[in-house]
C-alpha cells in the first residue's frame, strides 16, 4: 500500500469542463486570439458603486477581523429582511447561515442532510456541481430528464417516479443554469406534494431569482406554506443579481436544526466568509431596486437578440429561456461525422470559430450547447455570426 497515496474521495472528484474550457479560451486571448466567450457564468457588469464604498469604508474602519461563522447579526437582518421584501418569506436571524458563495451554502447542505446511500433528485439538465457535492457527501444523485419540448420542466409523473425510499432530497433551481427554465407555480406545487407526501427536504437554489424575462415569475417554494418551508433550505447569494461573483457571499434559510448543523459545520471548515464582503453584501440587499431592474433590463435585452440570432442557424433548435443568462440549443443536428459528440462540436467552435460555448453533456445535457449571454451585444452578434460561418462551412 501506498502511504502517499491520495483519498478515494479525491478520486471521486471530477474537474469542472466549465472552468477548463474558461481558462482554454482565456489561454487563447492571452496569445493574441480574438476569441467571444459564451462559457462565463458571470454577469460582465461591474459591482454596484455602493457595495464597493460599503467594503471599502468597512476596510478604512478596522472591520478587518473574524465574525460570527455564519455571518454578522447586521448580515444576517438585512437577509431576513431581504427574503420577507421580496420573497415573502418569514425567518429569524438563526435561521441563516451566510457563506462563502452559494456553491459553499449547498455544499454545507449536502453535508448536514445526507447519509450514504442517501438519493437526491437532480433535475437535468442541471447544474454540474449539485451531483459533484451530492457525491462527495456520500450520496447518490438520481436523474430526472427534461427536454426541450417541455421547457426543461418535469412532469408530476417524471419527479414521482424517481422517488424511492432512499430519497433524501430534491435540488430545486429556477431559474436555472443550463436551461433558463423557470418553473411555474404548479410544478413547485407539485414538487412540494411529493415532499411532503414521502418525507424529504427541498433545496431551492435561487441565485438566478431576480433575472428573469417577458411575462415568467421566479416564486420561492418555501412561500408556499409553512409545512413546505419546514423542510426547505431556500439558497441564494450576492453572486449573479449584483454582479459579485469575486465576493463570495451567498447564504442559507434553513429549519432551525438545519442552520445550526450548517453553522456548526462551517465552525470547523471555513470560519467566516470575509468581513468586510459582508459589509458590502448589506448595501447589495439595500441597493434601490432600478440599479438591479437595470442590469435585468440589459439582460433580457440580449436573452432576446442572441435567441433571435441563433434562430437564424439551421440545424439549432433554440429555446427561449425564461431566466437566467444561459440559452441551451439543441445541436445534435450538427453532431455528425468527425464530430461525434457536443464535446467535440464545442471543441470544434472553439478552435474554428473562435467562440467559447459549453458543452450540454456536462450538465447531463448531451446534444446541446450552453451559451451565456453575459456578454455585451456586440460580442453576441460577432460570436453568432462566427458560429453561424463554422458550422454552415462544415455542411458546404
Ligand atoms: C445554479 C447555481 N447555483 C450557485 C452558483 C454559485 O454561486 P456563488 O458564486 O454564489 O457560489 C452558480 C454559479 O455558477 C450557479 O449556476
Redesign the pocket.
Given at each position: 500500500m501506498n502511504t502517499l497515496s491520495l483519498s478515494a474521495r479525491a478520486g471521486l472528484l471530477k474537474p469542472s469542463p466549465t472552468l477548463g474550457i474558461t481558462a482554454k479560451a482565456n489561454a487563447m486571448k492571452a496569445e493574441g486570439i480574438d476569441v467571444v466567450s459564451f462559457a462565463a457564468?458571470e454577469p460582465d457588469f461591474n459591482t454596484p458603486e455602493a457595495v464597493n464604498e460599503a467594503a471599502i469604508a468597512a476596510i478604512r474602519a478596522g472591520f478587518t477581523k473574524y465574525t460570527p461563522s455564519a455571518g454578522t447579526p447586521d448580515l444576517k437582518k438585512s437577509i431576513v429582511a431581504k427574503l420577507e421584501r421580496d420573497n415573502g418569506l418569514k425567518y429569524t436571524p438563526e435561521q441563516i447561515v451566510v457563506s462563502c458563495?452559494?456553491?459553499?451554502s449547498?455544499y454545507n447542505t449536502m453535508q448536514v442532510l445526507l447519509d450514504p446511500g442517501d438519493e437526491v433528485i437532480l433535475i437535468a439538465p442541471y447544474?454540474m456541481t449539485y451531483a459533484e457535492q451530492v457525491i462527495l457527501a456520500g450520496g447518490v444523485p438520481r436523474v430526472v430528464h427534461t427536454t426541450l419540448e417541455s421547457g426543461f420542466v418535469p412532469t408530476y409523473d417524471q419527479l414521482r417516479e424517481a422517488v424511492t425510499p432512499r430519497t433524501k432530497a430534491i435540488i430545486v433551481?429556477s431559474p436555472s443554469?443550463p436551461t433558463g427554465a423557470v418553473f411555474g407555480h404548479q410544478t413547485l406545487k407539485e414538487i412540494a406534494t411529493l415532499a411532503l407526501r414521502h418525507g424529504f427536504w427541498i433545496v431551492s437554489?435561487e441565485?438566478y431569482e431576480r433575472l428573469v424575462y417577458g411575462d415568467a415569475k421566479q416564486e420561492s417554494i418555501a412561500s408556499l406554506g409553512a409545512e413546505v418551508s419546514e423542510r426547505t433550505i431556500t439558497i441564494n447569494?450576492c453572486?449573479k443579481s449584483y454582479a459579485m461573483?469575486g465576493w463570495r457571499i451567498?447564504f442559507a434559510a434553513a429549519p432551525v436544526p438545519v442552520a445550526k448543523a450548517m453553522s456548526n459545520f462551517q465552525d470547523q471548515v471555513t470560519s467566516n466568509p470575509t468581513s468586510f464582503a459582508q459589509k458590502g453584501a448589506i448595501a447589495a440587499f439595500n441597493l434601490p431596486p432600478d440599479e438591479v431592474e437595470a442590469m435585468r433590463q440589459e439582460f433580457e435585452a440580449r436573452r432576446n437578440l442572441v435567441v433571435s440570432l441563433l434562430r437564424q442557424i439551421p440545424g439549432l433548435r433554440v429555446p427561449e429561456p425564461k431566466g437566467a443568462f444561459y440559452v441551451l440549443p439543441d445541436a445534435s443536428a450538427h453532431i455528425t461525422g468527425d464530430l461525434k459528440t457536443d464535446i467535440d462540436l464545442a471543441d470544434y467552435l472553439l478552435q474554428e470559430a473562435k467562440v467559447a460555448t459549453i458543452p450540454g453533456s456536462v450538465f447531463e445535457g448531451p446534444g446541446h450547447l450552453r451559451l451565456s449571454y453575459a456578454a455585451s451585444r456586440a460580442d453576441i452578434e460577432k460570436g453568432v455570426a462566427r458560429i453561424a460561418e463554422a458550422l454552415a462551412r462544415r455542411n458546404a
Open positions: 457564468g458563495g452559494a456553491k459553499h449547498v447544474w433551481n443554469n437554489d441565485i447569494g453572486s461573483t451567498g
